[in-house]
C-alpha cells in the first residue's frame, strides 16, 4: 500500500492518506467533472475552443462521465456490434494551486488504455503506450504557461483545461495482441491523481526483504528514487520502521550527499519475526522522508517477511512448509463498466476469492491496479504477474520496447509486495498471426533477454511462463497446457496428464485449468452417467459418456463434476506445487461471439457481475477453513426423470459429516472422505416425488452446524419437439421488471434441454438492462433449460418487450409502470 505525506498538502494515493500541516488541500482523485466522445476530432484545437451557444462549434456532442470510465462498458457485450477500438477524448478543467514554492504539479495515471496523449490547453505534455502500467506527466510548466494567457481567465475561469485522448486501436506493434482472448480496453479506466509534491520528493521506494533458512532472523533493506527537479546537490532522509501491530522499531537519520540514481536508505536486521503468510499475512510499515529546506515529502510502504521456495522437481515451500497454492485467474473486467471497476468492486471481488479458500491468484495477462496487490497483501494471497506479451508472435523494436519497458515498470512498481512471488514473461507465445513469419528462434531469444532482465530488476523472485513448449526450459517456472476433460481427454486423466508434464520440466506450476458453463444450464446426463459408474465401477464406460464436453451445452453439473475431481486429485499428489484454475470471473473477449452469452469467456466459477455458479461451493468445499455446505442445484428450478428412478444428490460441504432430509426424511448420514467421488463421499441416491421436493443438509464439524436446502419441482413427463414460448412478467418492483420466456412443445410442456437462441426487443417507455455479459443481462442469449430472463427499467411509463426464440413464433408482452 502506498502512502504519499508531503508537508502542507493532503494526498491520495492509495487507500489511505493524512498530512501534516496542511495549507492547501485537494483530493487528488479527479473523479468527476469530465466530459467524454467517444470517436477522433480534428485536432486539440476542436477540444478548448469557445463554444457558443447552438453554434457549430458545439458538434460533436459530449456526455458527462465520471472516472474510472471504460470506452467500452457498454459495447464490450453488446452481442451486435464488434467492441469499439479507436480514439476518445476526455477532457476537463482543474483548479491548480500548487502550495509549494517551485513545486511541481503532476498527472499520475494508474492505468489508461492504450496509447494517450495528455494536454494542458493546447499544449501537449505527455504520452504512453501501455494500457496497465502506472505513468506520470509532469504538467507544470504548461499550467505556469497558460495561466499567463487570456483564456485563463476569460475563458476557463481560472481554471486549467486537461483533456487527454486515449485510443484502443489495434496495432500489431504493440502488446497484447488482438488475438488475445480478452478485450483490449480503452479509456482512463483506472484512477487519474492530481498530486502535489516539493521540488525534491521520492519517485519510488523500494523495499526487499530476506529471512534466514530457520525464519528468525530478517533483513530489511531500503532504497529509494527521487524526482530532483531543482537539482538540489543533497538532503536530510529519515527512515522509521513499525512492526504489523504498529510499533516503531527503527528510526535512523540518513544524510544523502548525491541524488542521482537509488539512494541506499539503509539495512536493518531484525531477530524476531513476524512472518507474513496466506494464514497471517503481517506487514510491517517502513517510511521514508526526504528533507529539503523546509520541505518535507515521505512515502510509506507496507511490505512483509517471508521466504518463498519453489523445489526443483518438488513442490513449493513458504516459510519452511510445504503450501499447496490453491490458486485461480483475473481480468480486469466488470458487469456495466468493463475494465472501470471502483476499488469498491475490486475489493468485493477478492474477499469472495479469499471466502472461496483461494490462497494464490495468476493476474492474467497483464499488471494490474496497485490496490489488487494491497489486497492480495492483506488478505494473504500469493501473486504471479505478467506482462501482456501474449499470443500472434514477436514484433519489431517497437513492440520489443514496450515490453521491456512494461516488465520494467511492472517490477518496479509492484516491487514491495510481499504476496508476489513470480514474474510473468509472457503466455501462449506458441501462438502465430500477427506477422507474416513465425521465428521461434526470435521467440527465444528475446523470451531470453525478458527472463535476464526480470533477474537483473528482481534477483529475489521467479520468472514463469505459460504453454510454450519451445521456450520451457528459459524460466524458472513452466506451466504447459493441459485442459484435462475440457480441451484435453477426460477429466479422470488428470493425474497422468499433470505426472507427464511435469517430469518435462525443472519447476512445474500448473496454471489454466476448467472448462466454460452456462450459468442455470443444467443437465442430468452428468450424473445419470456418474451413478452407474459409481454403482458399477465401469471406469471405461463412463469416459465414453462424457464425450466431448466443450461441444455440449456447457451445464454447470458437468463443470461441478470436472473441478470435483480435479481437486481431489491434486490433495494426492505431493510432488505438486499448485494450480490455478482459469478462471474466478467470467469476461469479455472479442474473440468469442457464439458463446451462449456472445463475446464472453465462460469459464469463470462466477458471473462477470460476481454472481456464484455452483462450482464456487466446489472449490470453496476443497479450500476453505469456515465450515459450509451447499447442496447442488440452487440455480436448477427443475430436474427431471423417470418414475421412481435414483437421482444423485450431491452436497459440497468441508465438514466431517452430514445428514441429508428429503420431504422431512432422513436419507442418512455420510462422513466426508477426501478420498471419495463425487462431492467427497457426500452424496445420496434418491428416488424423488413427482412435483416438488425439498431437499434439506444439515453439516457437522465440531461444534458448529451448517444447514443449506433446495426446493425444486421434479419432471416426469417427456416432452416432444419446440412449438411455441411464451413470454411472462416474473417480478417487478422499485421501477425493474424482470421477464421470463419459455420454449413449450405442443402439449405446453417445458422443453428443459432445449438451447435455442432468443432475443430480446423492447419498444416503448422503457430500456431493457443488456449489455452485462451475464445469463440475465444479455438481449441475445442461448436458452439455459428452455428458459431465459432479462429485466427492464420501466421508467414510469409502458412498455412492449418481445421475444423471438429460434424456430418459433415472435412473442410480446405489455409491461406497464
Sequence with gaps: MLLVKCMRIFLLFAAISYCSESRAQQNSRLNDNWQFLKQDIGGIWEAVRPVTRNGPESVPIWSDVTLPHCVNADDATDPDVSYYQGPAWYRTSLNIRNPYKNGRTLLKFEGAGQKCDVYVYTTKVGSHIGGYDEWTVDITDAVNDFKNTAAFKKQFNEQVPVVVRTDNSRDLEMIPSSLSDFNIYGGIYRYLNLVYVPPLSIDKLFVSTQVDKNGKTGTLRIRARLYNSSDAPSAILM??????????????????????GDIAGGEF?????????????????????????????????KVGFRDAQFVKNGPFLLNGKRLLLKGTHRHEDHSGVAAAMTEDMQRAEMLLMKEMGVNFIRLGHYQQSHYILDLCDSLGILVWEEIPWCRGGLGG?????????????????HYDHPSVIIWGLGNENDWPGDFPTFDTAQIKSFMIELNDLSHQL????????????????????????????????????????????????????????????HAKQHAEKPDDDLLLWLKSNDTATFIKNIGNAKDGDWNESYICNLIDWHLKEQETMPWLSGTAAWTFKDFSTAIRPDNPVPYMNQKGVVERDL???????????????????????????????NTREEKLVKVYSNCDKAELFINGKSAGIKKRDGRNFPAAGLYWNIVFEKGNNTVVVKAFKNKDTIKDSVTFYYETEKWGKPAKAVLEKYTQQNGIAMVKVKLLDGQGRQCLDATNWVRFGLAGDGRLID?????????????????AQISLKTNNGRSVVSAKVDDVETIFINVNK
Design 771 to 787: 449489455n452485462l455479459g451475464t445469463s440475465t443481462g444479455s438481449h441475445l442469449i442461448r436458452l439455459y433449460n428452455g428458459t
Design 397 to 413: 523494436n517497437i513492440y520489443k520496447e514496450q515490453a521491456r519497458r512494461m516488465l520494467t515498470n511492472m517490477i518496479e512498481q
Design 269 to 301: 536486521i531484525f531477530r524476531s519475526l513476524q512472518l507474513w503468510s496466506p494464514g497471517s499475512p503481517k506487514l510491517y510499515t517502513v517510511e521514508m522522508a526526504v528533507i529539503n529546506g523546509k520541505d518535507t515529502c515521505v512515502k510509506m510502504e
Design 239 to 260: 527512515v522509521k520502521v513499525k512492526d504489523p501491530g504498529g510499533k516503531e522499531i527503527v528510526r535512523q537519520r540518513v544524510p544523502a550527499n548525491s541524488l542521482s
Design 611 to 641: 454472481t456464484k455458479k455452483e462450482a464456487y461451493y466446489v472449490f470453496q468445499s476443497w479450500w476453505s477453513d469456515k465450515p459450509m455446505a451447499h447442496i447442488y442445484g440452487h440455480n436448477a428450478p427443475i430436474r427431471w426423470g
Design 458 to 517: 528482481d534477483r529475489s523472485r521467479k520468472t514463469a511462463i505459460r504453454r510454450c513448449d519451445f521456450c520451457k526450459d528459459i524460466p524458472d517456472i513452466y506451466s504447459p497446457s493441459i485442459w484435462a476433460g475440457w480441451y484435453r481427454g477426460n477429466f479422470m486423466d488428470y493425474k497422468n496428464f499433470t505426472k507427464k508434464e511435469f517430469g518435462n520440466v525443472n519447476t512445474f506450476l500448473h496454471v489454466e485449468w476448467g472448462g466454460d458453463s
